[in-house]
């Protein structure tokens, strides 16, 4: 699957999206080694604790039907700007993705990529937990 299709699948996921107290509606579209898609979005609780992002269920969502192996994930919000994961999901795609491609689109489909080492240097992870 090309980015550009990833990217329109996060543009997607936002219709399910459900943000009543920010109004902003986040998609994601996880894309696995074997070119599985899992779509997740943004799902607020008046708790603002225990909402979670769009990254998270997405990635959550393959985890639990037993993927490990990941290629790429699409960021899709309503926003003019690219958004990036906020530092808990960069941690997550750290920690369960590794090094992957983040595609970060903005409202008018337009993309840009990065790597997951570029939105998280010098990141904590399992190896340093061996130390």
Do not use: W
């Not at 509606?25 to 779509?39: E, I, P, R």
């Not at 008046?46 to 993927?67: D, N, Q, V």
């Not at 990036?84 to 369960?96: E, K, L, M």
């Amino acid at each position: 699957m090309d980015y550009k299709t990833l990217a329109h699948k996060a543009v997607e996921a936002k219709s399910n999206a459900h943000p009543p107290y920010s109004n902003f509606h986040v998609g994601a579209a996880l894309l696995t080694q074997d070119d599985k898609l899992y779509l997740g979005n943004n799902i607020e609780n008046s708790t603002f604790g225990l909402s979670i992002c769009a990254e998270r269920t997405a990635i959550f969502k393959a985890m639990s039907e037993g993927e490990r192996k990941f290629k790429a994930i699409a960021i899709a919000s309503d926003s003019p700007d690219f958004i990036t994961p906020c530092g808990s999901c960069r941690q997550i795609i750290f920690d369960h993705c590794g090094e992957i491609d983040i595609i970060c689109t903005n409202s008018k489909e337009e993309y840009k990529v990065f790597k997951t080492s570029e939105l998280l240097p010098h990141a904590f992870g399992d190896e340093d937990l061996k130390k």
